[in-house]
């Protein structure tokens, strides 16, 4: 941003013109305008923010700084701009409502003291975001949050913000990244899911492939006719012995074994052999990453493969399933933090025992 660096002598002028200018043709660029030179001779970004709303063009760049936008166009940073209100907080005042799901709150300037549990509190500095685990569920915030010091937020309501995850795949995948916390899907099991139950001895109908998909963990919460409308958006193939059904760099797509064994082949690792029932690269699909491993068939076998863009229309027509997998999220890594929790108290008591 050009309010962040010396301004070359040369420019003034040309930006004083827009300034005067633009304002009915082009009033963001004018607004911008207006903020450059009203902050050029104080020598810092947030000079004239106590009383005036930032323009746009500066929104749209400190927006574009917090990680959940970190693969959104300018064009979606404006369009997110268009969907929320600028919000200023003063020392000490509550930011949100404990106990509803009203918005998220995106932190552009300032410290928000946090309440996450009796005896914690974290501070969040700028750039960061607010209520964004309870909104991904539809659930009520349960720990206050107070501003540190004077703070700048941009609030988007509850509503609104699940509309435009369900509108841009970039915004979706983003968070799912954000979420998942890498691109090779380890932190929720690997890139295959095994079924805790076996497959009915009959033709598979699709209430049958629905029940195998919600098997996989950040899918177990999802409505059985969301379920139907994702088995309904893929397709099924078959596979001869020896045959590719993905390399490691190709665009990952959820699959769903049917027939059959696939062998799971990465870097570094050992072979994984994965059988009827067997979810593949469910993570690496809402993260839009790489399969980062190959799938060969070592038997023949059928697989039911839905296509990362087809996942996600399926989301974005529907926003309970795009809830669900959130709150699956979440659930796993509770999940994940209590069994490290466990099985670290368990390695003390035995030290303590010996």
């Not at 929104?59 to 200023?88: C, N, T, W, Y």
């Not at 979810?279 to 070592?298: D, P, Q, R, S, Y």
Request: with cysteine; proline share 5%.
């Amino acid at each position: 941003m050009a309010c962040r660096e010396p301004l070359l002598p040369q420019l003034i002028d040309d930006i004083e013109w827009v300034s005067r200018h633009r304002a009915a043709t082009h009033p963001r660029v004018s607004a911008a305008a207006d903020w450059v030179l009203a902050t050029r001779d104080r020598g810092r970004a947030r000079a004239g923010t106590d009383r005036d709303g930032l323009p746009v063009v500066e929104l749209a760049d400190r927006l574009g700084r917090i990680p959940i936008f970190e693969f959104v166009s300018v064009d979606e940073l404006f369009r997110v701009i268009e969907s929320g209100q600028e919000v200023r907080y003063a020392a000490g005042q509550a930011v949100g409502v404990e106990g509803a799901t009203e918005a998220v709150e995106l932190l552009i300037d300032g410290t928000v003291r946090q309440v996450v549990g009796l005896d914690e509190q974290r501070d969040l500095p700028a750039p960061g975001v607010l209520g964004l685990e309870e909104v991904l569920q539809g659930a009520p915030t349960l720990h206050p949050s107070l501003a540190r010091e004077p703070c700048v937020c941009f609030r988007i309501r509850a509503d609104d913000f699940m509309a435009m995850v369900a509108d841009d795949i970039r915004l979706a995948q983003g968070l799912f990244r954000l979420l998942l916390g890498s691109a090779d899907g380890r932190r929720n099991g690997g890139p295959a899911h095994l079924p805790a139950v076996g497959l009915p001895s009959s033709d598979l109908q699709p209430f049958d492939k629905a029940m195998l998909v919600r098997q996989h963990p950040l899918l177990s919460r999802a409505a059985v006719g969301d379920l139907l409308a994702l088995v309904g958006a893929a397709r099924e193939l078959s596979l001869w012995e020896g045959e590719t059904l993905f390399r490691d760099d190709d665009a990952a797509s959820l699959c769903l074994v049917l027939d059959g064994i696939v062998q799971l082949e990465a870097d570094g690792d050992g072979p994984l052999v994965v059988g009827p029932g067997g979810m593949l690269l469910v993570a690496e699909t809402l993260a839009g990453a790489l399969a980062g491993c190959n799938g060969t068939a070592v038997r023949a076998c059928r697989v039911l493969r839905a296509e990362r863009d087809d996942v996600f229309t399926v989301l974005s027509e529907r926003t309970t399933l795009l809830q669900d997998l959130f709150s699956g999220i979440f659930a796993a890594e509770v999940s994940a933090a209590a069994a490290k929790t466990a099985g670290a108290a368990g390695e003390s008591a035995g030290a303590t025992g010996a």
